[in-house]
């Protein structure tokens, strides 16, 4: 109820969203008395739930799956060192597994050094032959990932 509370305050603060995200909070996605019910009310909205790939004990993709809740793992955190080498080799990370995999998902916590240097290798992408997508293009309902 305590997160509930605090979800619902945070999204009256916006007007347009499609997804939650957890950023650097492995304990939180390794409950499940803290996740489920705030994945439960994500689902009910028709939102999709990112989870940053912290923890290896993430219950996150079962609880959305249970949910029918559309799921996506980042498979790289660009800014966890926000340095803009570190920024870059992240970058480099999420490219490499795109073309392993065919998609990768990376996230941030949108620092303002990582975000310029985002956008600088955003434009250049798709000459190198990446096409960036938004999450709702990769997130899934898969019961698990």
Not at 91 to 98: H, K, P
Request: glycine share 6%.
């Amino acid at each position: 109820p305590k997160n509930i509370h605090r979800l619902h305050c945070l999204m009256s603060r916006f007007q347009v969203y499609v997804r939650l995200a957890n950023l650097m909070s492995p304990r939180f996605t390794a409950s499940e008395p803290a996740l489920s019910p705030v994945l439960r009310e994500a689902a009910k909205r028709g939102l999709i739930y990112v989870d940053d790939g912290s923890s290896q004990r993430s219950l996150a993709s079962q609880i959305a799956g249970a949910n029918n809740l559309a799921f996506a793992k980042a498979d790289v955190v660009i800014d966890s060192v926000p340095s803009v080498a570190d920024v870059e080799r992240a970058l480099g990370r999420l490219e490499t597994i795109a073309r392993e995999r065919g998609v990768a998902v990376g996230i941030t916590g949108a620092l303002p050094a990582a975000i310029e240097r985002i956008a600088k290798w955003a434009k250049a992408a798709e000459s190198r032959g990446v096409l960036l997508v938004p999450i709702s293009a990769v997130a899934n309902k898969a019961k698990s990932s």
